[in-house]
Protein backbone atom coordinates (compact mmCIF):
# COMPACT_ATOMS: atom_id res chain seq x y z
CA UNK A 1 0.00 0.00 0.00
CA UNK A 2 1.18 3.05 -0.99
CA UNK A 3 -0.17 6.56 0.61
CA UNK A 4 0.98 10.41 -0.60
CA UNK A 5 1.16 12.47 2.06
CA UNK A 6 0.67 16.32 1.32
CA UNK A 7 0.34 18.77 4.30
CA UNK A 8 -0.73 22.37 4.85
CA UNK A 9 -0.67 23.40 1.31
CA UNK A 10 -2.48 27.21 2.59
CA UNK A 11 -3.74 27.68 -0.38
CA UNK A 12 -4.99 31.44 -0.62
CA UNK A 13 -7.19 33.04 -3.36
CA UNK A 14 -6.16 33.03 -7.36
CA UNK A 15 -2.74 35.35 -7.65
CA UNK A 16 -2.70 35.90 -3.91
CA UNK A 17 0.79 35.22 -2.40
CA UNK A 18 1.05 33.65 1.29
CA UNK A 19 2.79 36.81 3.68
CA UNK A 20 3.50 38.50 -0.26
CA UNK A 21 6.15 35.60 -0.99
CA UNK A 22 5.32 32.13 -1.22
CA UNK A 23 3.34 31.00 -3.75
CA UNK A 24 1.31 28.15 -2.18
CA UNK A 25 -0.42 27.31 -5.09
CA UNK A 26 3.10 26.74 -7.04
CA UNK A 27 3.71 24.23 -4.37
CA UNK A 28 0.41 21.91 -4.19
CA UNK A 29 0.81 21.53 -8.27
CA UNK A 30 4.45 20.76 -7.90
CA UNK A 31 3.11 18.18 -5.07
CA UNK A 32 0.94 16.87 -7.52
CA UNK A 33 3.05 17.15 -11.22
CA UNK A 34 5.61 14.72 -8.66
CA UNK A 35 3.62 11.67 -8.48
CA UNK A 36 3.99 11.55 -12.62
CA UNK A 37 7.45 12.94 -12.53
CA UNK A 38 8.85 9.77 -9.62
CA UNK A 39 6.93 7.48 -11.47
CA UNK A 40 5.14 6.56 -8.12
CA UNK A 41 1.29 5.65 -8.06
CA UNK A 42 -0.38 6.25 -4.44
CA UNK A 43 -3.15 4.07 -3.66
CA UNK A 44 -4.49 7.43 -1.95
CA UNK A 45 -3.54 10.69 -1.20
CA UNK A 46 -3.95 12.25 2.23
CA UNK A 47 -4.20 16.13 2.41
CA UNK A 48 -3.03 16.38 6.46
CA UNK A 49 -5.03 19.97 7.19
CA UNK A 50 -4.52 23.53 7.01
CA UNK A 51 -5.62 23.04 3.14
CA UNK A 52 -6.41 26.73 3.13
CA UNK A 53 -4.81 29.81 4.86
CA UNK A 54 -7.96 31.94 6.07
CA UNK A 55 -10.86 29.85 5.65
CA UNK A 56 -12.64 31.52 2.71
CA UNK A 57 -14.80 30.32 0.10
CA UNK A 58 -12.37 31.35 -2.58
CA UNK A 59 -9.71 29.22 -1.29
CA UNK A 60 -11.71 26.51 -0.47
CA UNK A 61 -12.63 27.31 -4.40
CA UNK A 62 -9.24 27.66 -5.64
CA UNK A 63 -8.22 24.74 -3.78
CA UNK A 64 -10.80 22.24 -5.81
CA UNK A 65 -9.45 23.59 -9.18
CA UNK A 66 -5.78 22.69 -8.28
CA UNK A 67 -7.17 19.02 -6.68
CA UNK A 68 -9.09 18.62 -9.66
CA UNK A 69 -5.92 16.92 -11.62
CA UNK A 70 -5.80 14.28 -9.18
CA UNK A 71 -6.85 11.46 -10.43
CA UNK A 72 -6.25 9.05 -7.00
CA UNK A 73 -8.80 9.09 -4.35
CA UNK A 74 -8.21 11.66 -1.42
CA UNK A 75 -8.20 12.07 2.03
CA UNK A 76 -8.86 15.37 3.61
CA UNK A 77 -8.36 16.00 7.29
CA UNK A 78 -9.53 19.04 9.08
CA UNK A 79 -6.42 21.59 9.85
CA UNK A 80 -6.58 25.12 12.58
CA UNK A 81 -6.79 27.15 9.64
CA UNK A 82 -9.94 25.45 7.80
CA UNK A 83 -13.79 25.63 8.06
CA UNK A 84 -15.47 22.60 8.52
CA UNK A 85 -18.73 23.59 6.96
CA UNK A 86 -16.66 25.16 3.74
CA UNK A 87 -14.60 21.46 3.72
CA UNK A 88 -17.57 19.39 3.64
CA UNK A 89 -19.17 22.16 1.08
CA UNK A 90 -16.28 22.30 -1.43
CA UNK A 91 -14.67 18.88 -0.90
CA UNK A 92 -15.50 14.72 -0.55
CA UNK A 93 -15.80 14.26 2.79
CA UNK A 94 -18.13 11.24 3.40
CA UNK A 95 -21.50 11.64 4.76
CA UNK A 96 -20.91 10.05 7.75
CA UNK A 97 -18.40 12.23 8.98
CA UNK A 98 -21.00 14.34 11.02
CA UNK A 99 -22.90 17.70 10.22
CA UNK A 100 -21.31 20.88 9.36
CA UNK A 101 -20.69 21.99 12.99
CA UNK A 102 -19.28 18.29 13.92
CA UNK A 103 -16.06 17.43 14.05
CA UNK A 104 -14.53 16.00 10.37
CA UNK A 105 -13.71 13.02 11.15
CA UNK A 106 -14.13 9.37 9.39
CA UNK A 107 -13.02 5.68 8.93
CA UNK A 108 -11.95 4.96 5.48
CA UNK A 109 -11.37 0.96 4.47
CA UNK A 110 -8.25 1.38 1.82
CA UNK A 111 -8.80 -2.99 1.17
CA UNK A 112 -9.60 -5.87 3.42
CA UNK A 113 -6.79 -5.14 5.32
CA UNK A 114 -5.89 -1.30 5.40
CA UNK A 115 -8.05 1.17 7.28
CA UNK A 116 -7.16 5.08 7.73
CA UNK A 117 -8.99 6.58 10.65
CA UNK A 118 -8.99 10.57 10.32
CA UNK A 119 -9.02 12.59 13.71
CA UNK A 120 -9.87 15.87 13.58
CA UNK A 121 -7.84 17.52 16.53
CA UNK A 122 -9.28 21.00 15.71
CA UNK A 123 -11.36 23.88 18.15
CA UNK A 124 -12.60 26.46 15.98
CA UNK A 125 -11.41 29.80 16.39
CA UNK A 126 -8.38 28.92 18.06
CA UNK A 127 -4.65 27.39 16.38
CA UNK A 128 -3.80 24.56 18.99
CA UNK A 129 -5.22 21.57 19.31
CA UNK A 130 -8.13 20.01 21.48
CA UNK A 131 -9.03 16.32 22.06
CA UNK A 132 -12.18 16.21 23.88
CA UNK A 133 -13.96 13.03 25.66
CA UNK A 134 -16.07 13.11 22.57
CA UNK A 135 -13.60 12.61 20.55
CA UNK A 136 -11.09 10.56 22.54
CA UNK A 137 -14.23 8.03 23.14
CA UNK A 138 -14.82 7.89 19.31
CA UNK A 139 -11.17 6.95 18.54
CA UNK A 140 -11.00 4.41 21.38
CA UNK A 141 -14.37 2.82 19.55
CA UNK A 142 -13.20 3.32 16.04
CA UNK A 143 -9.84 1.27 17.52
CA UNK A 144 -11.26 -1.17 19.06
CA UNK A 145 -13.96 -1.98 15.52
CA UNK A 146 -10.32 -2.32 13.63
CA UNK A 147 -8.77 -4.95 15.59
CA UNK A 148 -9.03 -7.15 12.20
CA UNK A 149 -6.77 -5.12 10.26
CA UNK A 150 -3.48 -2.50 10.44
CA UNK A 151 -4.70 1.21 11.12
CA UNK A 152 -3.39 4.59 10.53
CA UNK A 153 -4.50 7.33 12.37
CA UNK A 154 -3.93 10.85 10.15
CA UNK A 155 -4.67 13.92 12.24
CA UNK A 156 -3.31 17.94 11.88
CA UNK A 157 -2.57 18.16 15.61
CA UNK A 158 1.16 16.05 16.23
CA UNK A 159 0.74 14.26 20.04
CA UNK A 160 3.88 15.06 20.54
CA UNK A 161 6.30 18.11 21.50
CA UNK A 162 8.56 18.86 18.70
CA UNK A 163 11.02 21.21 20.91
CA UNK A 164 10.24 24.64 18.39
CA UNK A 165 8.49 26.74 20.90
CA UNK A 166 6.67 28.98 18.72
CA UNK A 167 4.94 25.71 17.14
CA UNK A 168 4.69 23.40 20.62
CA UNK A 169 3.08 26.69 21.86
CA UNK A 170 -0.09 25.56 20.00
CA UNK A 171 0.26 21.78 20.31
CA UNK A 172 -2.44 19.28 21.48
CA UNK A 173 -4.23 19.33 24.60
CA UNK A 174 -5.48 15.76 25.10
CA UNK A 175 -2.35 14.43 23.76
CA UNK A 176 -1.41 12.29 26.92
CA UNK A 177 -4.97 10.41 27.00
CA UNK A 178 -4.88 9.77 23.25
CA UNK A 179 -1.66 8.33 23.83
CA UNK A 180 -3.18 6.07 27.12
CA UNK A 181 -5.59 5.09 23.97
CA UNK A 182 -2.96 3.90 21.49
CA UNK A 183 -1.34 2.16 24.42
CA UNK A 184 -4.32 -0.44 24.08
CA UNK A 185 -3.94 -1.37 20.74
CA UNK A 186 -1.04 -3.46 18.86
CA UNK A 187 -2.52 -2.66 15.64
CA UNK A 188 -2.09 0.47 15.19
CA UNK A 189 0.82 1.21 12.05
CA UNK A 190 1.50 4.78 12.37
CA UNK A 191 -0.18 8.25 13.70
CA UNK A 192 0.36 10.76 10.44
CA UNK A 193 0.44 14.50 11.16
CA UNK A 194 1.08 18.20 9.47
CA UNK A 195 0.68 21.66 11.59
CA UNK A 196 4.35 21.95 12.30
CA UNK A 197 5.73 22.65 8.37
CA UNK A 198 9.08 20.53 9.09
CA UNK A 199 9.40 16.92 8.71
CA UNK A 200 9.76 14.99 12.23
CA UNK A 201 9.75 11.29 13.40
CA UNK A 202 8.58 10.26 16.99
CA UNK A 203 6.35 8.09 18.59
CA UNK A 204 4.08 7.77 21.76
CA UNK A 205 3.02 4.83 23.60
CA UNK A 206 5.69 2.63 21.08
CA UNK A 207 3.53 4.26 17.97
CA UNK A 208 5.41 5.74 15.40
CA UNK A 209 4.50 9.46 14.63
CA UNK A 210 5.72 11.00 11.75
CA UNK A 211 4.92 14.60 10.71
CA UNK A 212 5.12 15.98 7.36
CA UNK A 213 6.18 19.30 5.85
CA UNK A 214 4.50 21.37 4.27
CA UNK A 215 4.17 21.89 0.29
CA UNK A 216 3.98 24.88 0.65
CA UNK A 217 6.78 26.94 3.12
CA UNK A 218 8.68 25.40 5.84
CA UNK A 219 9.57 26.49 9.44
CA UNK A 220 12.37 27.47 11.00
CA UNK A 221 14.48 24.91 13.04
CA UNK A 222 14.93 26.33 16.22
CA UNK A 223 15.28 24.69 19.22
CA UNK A 224 16.70 27.32 21.34
CA UNK A 225 13.46 29.18 21.96
CA UNK A 226 13.56 31.95 18.98
CA UNK A 227 10.79 34.06 17.55
CA UNK A 228 8.14 32.64 15.02
CA UNK A 229 10.20 32.09 11.68
CA UNK A 230 10.06 30.33 8.37
CA UNK A 231 13.07 29.46 5.95
CA UNK A 232 13.34 29.26 2.51
CA UNK A 233 13.47 25.63 1.95
CA UNK A 234 11.88 24.10 -0.89
CA UNK A 235 8.16 22.42 -0.84
CA UNK A 236 7.88 18.26 0.50
CA UNK A 237 5.81 15.79 0.79
CA UNK A 238 6.30 12.57 2.27
CA UNK A 239 5.67 8.77 0.57
CA UNK A 240 4.51 6.67 2.99
CA UNK A 241 4.86 2.26 2.45
CA UNK A 242 2.65 0.26 3.66
CA UNK A 243 3.56 -3.24 4.42
CA UNK A 244 2.19 -6.11 6.87
CA UNK A 245 4.94 -5.13 8.67
CA UNK A 246 5.47 -1.32 9.29
CA UNK A 247 5.07 1.61 7.42
CA UNK A 248 8.82 3.26 5.53
CA UNK A 249 8.21 7.31 5.49
CA UNK A 250 9.97 9.08 2.95
CA UNK A 251 10.66 12.96 2.84
CA UNK A 252 10.62 14.23 -0.57
CA UNK A 253 10.96 17.81 -2.02
CA UNK A 254 7.81 18.39 -4.04
CA UNK A 255 8.04 18.55 -7.68
CA UNK A 256 10.56 16.69 -10.30
CA UNK A 257 14.04 16.45 -9.79
CA UNK A 258 17.26 15.32 -12.00
CA UNK A 259 17.79 11.84 -11.86
CA UNK A 260 21.36 10.91 -12.42
CA UNK A 261 23.92 7.68 -12.35
CA UNK A 262 27.08 7.74 -10.65
CA UNK A 263 29.84 6.43 -12.56
CA UNK A 264 30.58 3.13 -10.56
CA UNK A 265 26.62 1.87 -10.84
CA UNK A 266 27.20 2.36 -14.40
CA UNK A 267 27.64 -1.55 -15.32
CA UNK A 268 26.19 -3.32 -18.30
CA UNK A 269 23.45 -4.51 -16.62
CA UNK A 270 22.75 -1.18 -15.57
CA UNK A 271 22.85 0.02 -18.74
CA UNK A 272 20.77 -2.22 -20.58
CA UNK A 273 18.43 -1.74 -17.75
CA UNK A 274 17.70 1.79 -19.17
CA UNK A 275 17.92 1.27 -22.54
Given amino acids: MLL ?9 PRGELLEGRVDTAAGLTHAIQGIDATGLRPDVVVLSGD ?5 REPEYEHLAELL ?5 PIIFVMGNHDDRAL ?3 YLTVPDHAGIDVDPVQYVVDLDAEHRIIVLDT ?5 HGGLLDVERLEWLDRALNDSRDRSVIIVQHHPPIESGIG ?6 LDGADEEAAILSSYSHV ?17 GVPVVVSPSSAAQVAL ?3 GGPTAYTDEPGMVTWHRWSDRAVASHFAQAGASTRWVPSWAMTTDAVDSQL
Fill in 222 to 224: DLG
Fill in 189 to 205: AAVLCGHLHRPLMSSVA
Fill in 166 to 171: FMDQYG
Fill in 68 to 72: GELSV
Fill in 122 to 126: TQPGA
Fill in 51 to 55: LVNDA
Fill in 87 to 89: MRR
Fill in 4 to 12: LQISDPHIR
